[in-house]
Each structure stands twice: as structure tokens, then as C-alpha cells.
């Protein structure tokens, strides 16, 4: 899901920076630094939004470097457990499917699949059910639950299920 | 903190590969408080905001396969109903939870932009920023954000939080059936929300774009 924060930060900055375009400098560091990571708390810093406040510089003993403490507005994307989230297909094999929802990658086993869908495997490996009816297979879009979250450094990865009421292929890419 | 969540696969407790598969869900309840909390105390879930990083499933008791196959459809059963959104739990205060089709407002707003910036060289959108974008492009049913707000902040009175509005919101859903099974977490309040629910839906089925 997406959120709008207010975050804090220290940024430090070489005194090469200082002068007229000082906090231009410093908002472009910010940029540098902070989009895209991705922490525990606050999951994937999308984009920031704006600058709310730089608080006054700081000089730091023993170095030229000042540090400013900056707070901003930013978009975060984070999943959580129990969200219904919409994901595409990217990869399928027998222990289960990977999908992609943002920069998020979830991970749906096997055992979190309905027991009347089967592996098929072949060159585009499926779960299909019996009566072939419905199949999860690449670039399918399913619809699932977050159930587990997990935070590297650089990605949050999950693991979803579909074997809940209204989950499941919402869009074939075989029949659109 | 996040390392040691990367490397955090395996949960707390190392006293169940020899238990009994018989004993299975009642030692589970001993020995994973955290994740279960919902069966008694909701206050266990969020008395440990580091399990956010740890890795909580149904099934991840070290990956016992066995146990899994006989402890797992009760432990499916027990889990959905765990399974609930506790956003405005797990979050400060100061955040607001975003729609898709509002997030994919602001995120379009800042790529215009990026186009005039996009003079100086070393400012470029990160990947994510791309792929965060796209899904909120196609994921979002609705062009019109603040008509959506405002026919959803018809739900608050009843006690509907922002976390449940928004997936309200980005799931789209048809039936009232359909919301229930989605968001367990208003199923206490359904005889209260069931009339306003079909209200807002009626009125989320006119704004949704026609595809």
C-alpha cells in the first residue's frame, strides 16, 4: 500500500556545496540518498514529495562537513500483512509462483494455491485446474493476500496466498 | 536491524521439530505468541515492532514439509483469521495511508517535473519509482481520487479506518460479500456498515473508469 510520510534525516554535506545553491545541493543529496532505498519501518521510499523543514547546520568536529537535519514528505510503498494486493506473474514452478506488485516481489507456495489447481510443467510452465478452466501462468494477474513480510536491505519480498475467498486470476493473458 | 531480518527466515522457537504432530496448534499458540495474537490479546501483535522485519508465516517452522502438510489446513483456518490489516497499529500517527489512484496522481505530478529537472544529469527516478508508478497506474480503477475519498469518508462514522478505506478503495470490490472477505478486520462491525457499504459501492461502480 501507499503511504505519505513525514521522514527525518541528517545530511551531511561538504563544504564544496556551501554558497548560493546550498539547499538545492542538500535537497539533491537528499534525492541521491534516499529514493529508492528501502528500510523495515517504512518499506520502499518511492519519491519525495517535498522538503518540509532544514533544520540549522551543525559543523562536525575534526571534518569540514556540516550536518543538516532535513525533514520531508515522501511517498512510500510498503505491503503488509493482510493487504489485498493485485500482482503480476513473473515466474512459475512447482513449489510455488513469484509475482510483482511495485518493487515488491511476493512469493505464493504451493500450499497457499487451491488444492484443485495442478503444476503443469512444459515451456510455459501453469497451475491449471481440473477442468482447465482458470490458469496461473507468466504475466497472468492474480489478486492476494499478504501473509508474510521480509526486509533485506535493498527489497521487501513477501508471501502471499490465494487460497481465500475472492482471490485468485483476474486477468488471463492467453484470452485478453 | 534489517540485515538481521534478511537472514531471519526461521522463527523463534527451536522446541517443535520433535514434538508431536497431535500437539501441533497448541504448542504453535506457546510457542508463536507474536504472530497469533489475535486469538486473545491483539496488544501481543504490536508489543514487538521488531517482529515487523522477521519473517512471520503459517508454516515456516524451519520448513518441516510434514508438518506442514498435516498441521497446515488448521493452521491456514486459524492464520486468515490472524490475518488482518493492522496498519494504523503498526505505523506512527503522522501517516496517511494513500489510494492507488491518488498515489498514481502525485507519482505522475513528479515524473512532469522530472522532464524540466531532467537537464541536470545525475538526478534520475530510481527503478522502484518506475515500477511503483506503473502499479499504481494500472492498479487503480478510478481517474477521479477526490470524488473516491469523498464518497469512502462516508464510512468513517461507522468506524472504518483509513488502512481498511484505501483497500476498499484499490480493490474495487462488487459485492458486500466480496468487502468482508477482503477486510476481515470489519467483519465485527457488519451488521452496522452492511446498508452504508452497498451505498458506497453503488457509487464507486459509477466513478470506476470503463476499461
Request: aromatic content about 6%; glycine content about 10%; proline content about 5%.
Amino acid at each position: 500500500m501507499f503511504f505519505h510520510i513525514v521522514l527525518e534525516r541528517n545530511m551531511q554535506l561538504h563544504p564544496r556545496h556551501f554558497g548560493r545553491n546550498l539547499r538545492e545541493n542538500l535537497v539533491s543529496k537528499l534525492m541521491k540518498d534516499v529514493e529508492g532505498t528501502c528500510s523495515g519501518r517504512h518499506g520502499f521510499v518511492v519519491a519525495i514529495t517535498g522538503i518540509e523543514n532544514v533544520g540549522k547546520g551543525l559543523i562536525r568536529d575534526g571534518t569540514g562537513f556540516v550536518t543538516f537535519p532535513v525533514k520531508y514528505q515522501c511517498v512510500v510503498f510498503r505491503p503488509f500483512k493482510g493487504e489485498i494486493l493485485e500482482a503480476a506473474v513473473t515466474m512459475v514452478n512447482k513449489m510455488g509462483f513469484f509475482a510483482e506488485t511495485g518493487p515488491v516481489q511476493i512469493f505464493v507456495s504451493n500450499h497457499l494455491i487451491p488444492d484443485d489447481m495442478e503444476f503443469q510443467s512444459g515451456d510455459m510452465p501453469n497451475y491449471t485446474t481440473s477442468d482447465g478452466s482458470v490458469k496461473i501462468q507468466k504475466d497472468s494477474e492474480v489478486r492476494l493476500k499478504i501473509i508474510g513480510t521480509r526486509v533485506d536491505a535493498t527489497e521487501i519480498f513477501c508471501i502471499g496466498t490465494i487460497k481465500d475467498d475472492f482471490l485468485g486470476v483476474i486477468n488471463d493473458p492467453t484470452t485478453a | 536491524m534489517s540485515e538481521k531480518g534478511g537472514r531471519m527466515f526461521s522463527l523463534p522457537t527451536k522446541t517443535t521439530p520433535k514434538s508431536s504432530l497431535k500437539s501441533t496448534a497448541a504448542k504453535s499458540k506457546r510457542g508463536r505468541k507474536v504472530q497469533f495474537g489475535t486469538e486473545g490479546s491483539p496488544d501481543v501483535n504490536f508489543s514487538s515492532p521488531k517482529s515487523d522485519g522477521k519473517f512471520a508465516t503459517p508454516f515456516g517452522k524451519g520448513g518441516k514439509g510434514e508438518k506442514a502438510a498435516n498441521g497446515g489446513k488448521t493452521h491456514v483456518a486459524k492464520e486468515s483469521l490472524s490475518l488482518e490489516l493492522r496498519v494504523e497499529q503498526e505505523l506512527p500517527e503522522n501517516i496517511k495511508c494513500l489510494m492507488d489512484c491518488e498515489a498514481a496522481t502525485i507519482l505522475e505530478g513528479i515524473q512532469d517535473q522530472m522532464v524540466i529537472l531532467s537537464s541536470d544529469p545525475t538526478i534520475k527516478l530510481p527503478e522502484s519509482f518506475g515500477s511503483g508508478l506503473q502499479y499504481a497506474k494500472t492498479g487503480s480503477y478510478f481517474t477521479n481520487p477526490q470524488s473516491v475519498r469523498k464518497v469512502l469518508q462516508s464510512l468513517t462514522k461507522y468506524g472504518v479506518s483509513n488502512s481498511e478505506i484505501c483497500v476498499i478503495a484499490n480493490t474495487c470490490p462488487e459485492t458486500v460479500d466480496e468487502v468482508f472477505a477482503l477486510v476481515r478486520s470489519l467483519e465485527a462491525k457488519r451488521s452496522k456498515i452492511t446498508g452504508p457499504l452497498k451505498d458506497v459501492l453503488d457509487e464507486l461502480a459509477k466513478l470506476k473508469t470503463s476499461t
